[in-house]
C-alpha cells in the first residue's frame, strides 16, 4: 500500500516537472540555427536553416555575411513533441554559396545563441579535400579571434557611406623593369553592410600586371573605430612592364546595402551596425559599386647597362648559391649530377643559368630547373638547376665554381653570386683498364664462369692494335710501294720493247751493236775482209727478218732484185764479194764510209 | 724483270716492312695476354669482361682452340646463345689478321711480277698464269679476311650488369628495355657518349659508353 502511495507521489511530481518545462518552453520560444556541411569547397553550397520553436511570432533575420550569399529555398511548419509538449516550430532553409574561399563566421540568430563557422577550402587545395581512403578529414580550425583597437589604415578612406575600403600596399623604393614587387590588397568590408564582393581585385594601370593573385584570400576579423569589419587580403606580385612614374591603385566590386532613408534617422542602424535592426526597419537597399584604393606613384627605372654580366638573364632581387655534386667518385663515362641551388627572393622565372658549357675534359649536357618557392606568391624560394656531367679522363679532377648574376634593387648594381669548387675522384672505366681484376677470394666458392676454363697461356709477341694490319695506315706504303715498282717495271718493259716493234728487230739491234764492234776493230787492223764479212753478215740477218727469209737467201742477187743496183747496200755486198775474191784494200776514209752506212742501216733502221 | 728492277722490289719491300716495324709503337695487344685477362675476369665472375676480352683475342688468333672454347663456355654459362661461324667465316679467318697482311702483299708481287714478265717474254705462258691466279688469289684471301671480320670492328659488348637502353642519346632518356651483360650488339651511331646500338633481334636504342665496349677499340 505505501509503495502504490510512493508510486503515485513519484508520477505526480513528473507530470509537475513536465508541466513546468512546457511552461518554461512557452514563456521563453527557442530560435537556433544549423548548417550542413560545416566544411565544404569553393563552387559548393551548404544548407544553413534557421528553425524556431514556439508561437511563430518571433522574428527571423536573414544573416549578411562578406563573402557568402544566403538564398531562401524553403520554409516548413510541423509541431514537434518536447518532453510530451507539442510545440509548434516554423523553420526557413537558405542555400549558403559562397563567393570565395576562407573560414566564415555566421552570426547569431539570437543574441544568446552561438554563431556558427563555415569553412570554404578552394577546390584546388588537395590539403583538405577527404582523404581517398575514406578516413574524415581533419576538424575546421576554430575561427579566427576578432581583434579590438584597430583604426582606418593610413591614407586610407572610407566609402561615403562607411561600407568598404580599399588599402594597397607596395614597397616605399623605387622599382626596376622586369622585377617582381611584392603588393598587398587589403579590402575592409563592415560587417552587415556589404553584402557580396562581385569580383577579384585589379589595378587601375594597363604597365602592371597581377602575378599569382590567388581566390583564396586571407580573412579577418576586427573592430575598426568601433564597427565590427570583415578584411579580405590578397598578397601577390607586380610584374613592372615599361619605365616611368605611374599612379597605381586597386579596385574592388562590391555589392553593399544603400540607406533609403536620412542618416539622421538611420543613426539608431549604425549605433547597432547589426543587420537585424536595418531588416528590420528595411533601411537599406543593395547596389553594387567599385571601391578604390587612394592612388599612389611608382617610380619605374630600367636596368643599367654599365656593368651588366654577360651572364645575366634578367634575374632581380636578392639571391644566393650552392653547389654540389653526386657522386664524388665515379668511373670514366659514369654521369654525375652536377647541383647548383639559388636561394633568395626575386623574380624566380628569370632566374636561369647554364651552368657549365664545353669545359676540359668533361662532357656537359643542358641543365634542368625545378623550383621550390616558400611562399604562395611564388617570390621566396630555392631554385634547383641538376646538370648531368660525364668525365672523360681519369683523375681527380676539379669542376670549377659557378656563378649566377643578378641585379640588387635594393645596392643597385648587379652582383655575382660564385659557388665553392668541387673535388670529384675519377676512375678509370672498366672496358679501358688492362689490369687483371683480382681472382675471388680464398675459401669463397668460385663463380660458375671459372670452373670449366682451360689454362691460361704463355705470354707471346705483342701488336699496337687489333685491326688487321692491311687496315692500319702505316701498312698502307707496304703494298703501294709494291704497286708503283711493278707499274714502273711494267712501264719500262713496254719503253725498252717498243710499241709495236716486231721482237726479230730488237735482236738485231742487239747484233748491231755487236758487229759494229767487229767492223770498227777491221777497220782498225785495216782488215777489209773481215770488215765487209762482218756487215753483210749483220745486214743479212736485218733482211732476213725484214723480207721473211733465212739469211743464207739474202744474197747479192737477191738485194740487186729487191733494192736496185743503185742502193748502197748492193753496192756493200759487191764490194764485199770484191774484197773476198780479189782482196781489195780501203784506206781509213772508205772505211770510215762504209760503216756509217751500215750503222745507219742497222741502228737507225732506216733500211727500205 | 733484269736485276736491277728485282733489286729495287725487294728493297722497296724491306724499306716498307722496317717502317711499318717502326711505326708500330707501343705494343699493348698480343691474343695471349687478352685471353688471360679475360680467363682472370671470367674467374672474378665479370662475364661481359671476359666475352670481350676473348673476342679481342680471337681477332688476333682466330684459329686458337682455347680462346674459342672460353668463350663459348662463358658465354654458355651467361646464358647467351651460341655463336657458329659458317663456312665463308672459317676460310677466311684461316691466318691471322698479321699474316693474310703479308699474303696480300706477296700475292700482289707475285701477280705483278707474272704481268711483267708477260710484257717481256711470250715464253712459260702456262707457268705465267698459274702464278697469276695465285697472286690473285692470295689477294682474295686478304678481301674475305677484311668482309669477314669488318662487322666485328663495329660491334660491342655489354660490360654492365643489367644495361638499360634508351630511347634518346641522354641520361634522363626513357629506358626501352634492359640487356644481360655479355650481350654482342652492333654499333650504328654515336652521339654524345652514347652509342646507337642494335641487337641481334633487330631492337635498337642508345645505350651509355660507360656500358658496353666496342670488340676494337677507336
Given at each position: 500500500m505505501s509503495s502504490r502511495n510512493q508510486s503515485l507521489r513519484l508520477a505526480a511530481l513528473g507530470l509537475l516537472a513536465a508541466l513546468v518545462a512546457a511552461t518554461a518552453l512557452a514563456d521563453d520560444p527557442l530560435v537556433y540555427a544549423t548548417i550542413q556541411p560545416a566544411q565544404i569547397l569553393l563552387g559548393e553550397s551548404a544548407q544553413f536553416t534557421i528553425t524556431n520553436l514556439g508561437d511563430g511570432t518571433n522574428p527571423i533575420t536573414m544573416p549578411v555575411v562578406a563573402g557568402l550569399k544566403f538564398e531562401i529555398i524553403g520554409r516548413t511548419r510541423e509541431v514537434q513533441l518536447i518532453n510530451g509538449t507539442l510545440l509548434p516550430s516554423s523553420s526557413i532553409v537558405m542555400r549558403v554559396t559562397p563567393q570565395i574561399a576562407g573560414i566564415f563566421t555566421i552570426p547569431a540568430v539570437t543574441p544568446k545563441a552561438q554563431p556558427l563557422v563555415l569553412q570554404v577550402n578552394a577546390a584546388?587545395?588537395?590539403?583538405?579535400?577527404?582523404?581517398p581512403n575514406g578516413r574524415i578529414a581533419p576538424p575546421p580550425p576554430p575561427p579566427p579571434p576578432i581583434l579590438s583597437g584597430a583604426s582606418i589604415p593610413k591614407g586610407v578612406r572610407l566609402t561615403d557611406d562607411g561600407s568598404a575600403y580599399v588599402r594597397l600596399g607596395i614597397p616605399k623604393r623605387e622599382v626596376f623593369v622586369g622585377e617582381s614587387v611584392p603588393i598587398e590588397i587589403e579590402v575592409g568590408m563592415r560587417s552587415g553592410f556589404?553584402?557580396?564582393?562581385n569580383g577579384l581585385p585589379k589595378l587601375s594601370d594597363d604597365n602592371f600586371a597581377l602575378n599569382?593573385?590567388?581566390?583564396?584570400p586571407e580573412r579577418t576579423e576586427k573592430l575598426i573605430n568601433g564597427e565590427p569589419f570583415v578584411l579580405l587580403t590578397w598578397r601577390s606580385t607586380l610584374a613592372v612592364i615599361k619605365p616611368g612614374a605611374f599612379p597605381l591603385s586597386a579596385e574592388v566590386p562590391l555589392t553593399v546595402k544603400i540607406r533609403t532613408r536620412p542618416k539622421q534617422q538611420s543613426s539608431l542602424d549604425d549605433r547597432f551596425g547589426d543587420p537585424f535592426w536595418q531588416n528590420l526597419f528595411g533601411a537599406t537597399v543593395p547596389k553594387d559599386i567599385n571601391v578604390t584604393s587612394p592612388a599612389q606613384e611608382l617610380t619605374v627605372h630600367e636596368l643599367?647597362?654599365?656593368?651588366?654580366?654577360?651572364?645575366?638573364?634578367?634575374a632581380i632581387g636578392t639571391f644566393s648559391i650552392a653547389s654540389d655534386v653526386s657522386p664524388t667518385k665515379a668511373d670514366v663515362g659514369d654521369p654525375l649530377t652536377l647541383r647548383m641551388r639559388v636561394t633568395g627572393s626575386g623574380n624566380f622565372d628569370r632566374v636561369d643559368s647554364s651552368m657549365?658549357?664545353?669545359?676540359?675534359?668533361w662532357k656537359t649536357y643542358p641543365p634542368k630547373s625545378s623550383f621550390n618557392t616558400s611562399d604562395p606568391l611564388s617570390f621566396s624560394g630555392m631554385k634547383t638547376f641538376e646538370q648531368p656531367v660525364i668525365a672523360t679522363k681519369p683523375g681527380v679532377q676539379e669542376l670549377p665554381a659557378l656563378t649566377f648574376s643578378y641585379f640588387d634593387p635594393n645596392t643597385r648594381h648587379y652582383e655575382t653570386a660564385r659557388s665553392a669548387p668541387l673535388s670529384v675522384s675519377i676512375s678509370p672505366a672498366l672496358a679501358d683498364s688492362q689490369v687483371a681484376p683480382q681472382a675471388p677470394t680464398t675459401g669463397l666458392p668460385e663463380n660458375?664462369?671459372?670452373?670449366g676454363l682451360r689454362p691460361d697461356h704463355v705470354e707471346t709477341a705483342a701488336t699496337?692494335?687489333?685491326?688487321?694490319l692491311y687496315l692500319q695506315a702505316k701498312f698502307l706504303p707496304v703494298p703501294s710501294i709494291v704497286v708503283l715498282a711493278f707499274a714502273a717495271g711494267w712501264a719500262s718493259a713496254r719503253r725498252r720493247r717498243g710499241?709495236?716493234?716486231?721482237e726479230p728487230d730488237r735482236i738485231a739491234s742487239r747484233t748491231a751493236k755487236r758487229v759494229l764492234g767487229q767492223m770498227q776493230g777491221a777497220a782498225r787492223a785495216g782488215d777489209a775482209v773481215l770488215f765487209f764479212d762482218s756487215a753483210r753478215t749483220a745486214l743479212q740477218s736485218v733482211l732476213a727478218a725484214r723480207w721473211q727469209l733465212?739469211?743464207?737467201?739474202?744474197?747479192t742477187t737477191e738485194v740487186e732484185g729487191r733494192?736496185?743496183?743503185?742502193?748502197d747496200i748492193y753496192e756493200l755486198f759487191a764490194l764485199a764479194d770484191e774484197a773476198k775474191y780479189s782482196g781489195r784494200n780501203l784506206n781509213a776514209t772508205d772505211f770510215a764510209r762504209w760503216l756509217r752506212v751500215v750503222r745507219r742501216h742497222l741502228v737507225s733502221d732506216k733500211t727500205t | 724483270m733484269n736485276n736491277r728492277m728485282r733489286a729495287a722490289l725487294v728493297f722497296s719491300l724491306l724499306l716498307g716492312a722496317v717502317a711499318v716495324h717502326a711505326e708500330?709503337?707501343?705494343?699493348?695487344?698480343s691474343a695471349a695476354r687478352l685471353y688471360n685477362l679475360a680467363n682472370s675476369y671470367a674467374r672474378a665472375g665479370k662475364p661481359g669482361m671476359a666475352i670481350l676480352n676473348y673476342e679481342r683475342a680471337s681477332l688476333l688468333s682466330p684459329n686458337d682452340p682455347d680462346v674459342q672454347a672460353n668463350l663459348r663456355y662463358v658465354r654458355a654459362s651467361a646464358h647467351l646463345p651460341p655463336e657458329t661461324p659458317d663456312a665463308f667465316d672459317r676460310v677466311a679467318t684461316i691466318a691471322s689478321p698479321l699474316w693474310i697482311s703479308w699474303i696480300g702483299v706477296l700475292g700482289l708481287a707475285i701477280a705483278g711480277a707474272s704481268v711483267i714478265a708477260g710484257q717481256l717474254s711470250s715464253r712459260h705462258r702456262l707457268l705465267r698464269g698459274g702464278a697469276t691466279l695465285l697472286g690473285v688469289s692470295m689477294l682474295g684471301l686478304t678481301l674475305c679476311n677484311a668482309m669477314a671480320l669488318w662487322p666485328r670492328f663495329h660491334q660491342g659488348v655489354l660490360i654492365a650488369a643489367s644495361a638499360p637502353v634508351r630511347?634518346?642519346?641522354?641520361?634522363m632518356g626513357d629506358p626501352l628495355f634492359t640487356l644481360p651483360e655479355g650481350e654482342k650488339v652492333k654499333v650504328t651511331a654515336e652521339h654524345e657518349g652514347f652509342a646507337l646500338i642494335e641487337t641481334r633481334a633487330g631492337r635498337a636504342g642508345w645505350i651509355a659508353h660507360s656500358n658496353f665496349a666496342p670488340i676494337v677499340p677507336r
Open positions: 584546388s587545395s588537395a590539403a583538405n579535400v577527404p582523404h556589404v553584402s557580396s564582393l599569382n593573385l590567388s581566390h583564396q643599367p647597362a654599365q656593368g651588366r654580366p654577360a651572364d645575366f638573364h634578367g657549365l658549357e664545353h669545359f676540359g675534359q660458375k664462369y671459372a670452373a699496337s692494335s687489333l685491326m688487321p710499241v709495236g716493234e716486231p733465212a739469211p743464207e737467201e739474202i744474197t733494192v736496185g743496183a743503185e742502193n | 708500330s709503337g707501343p705494343t699493348d695487344y630511347v634518346s642519346p641522354v641520361p
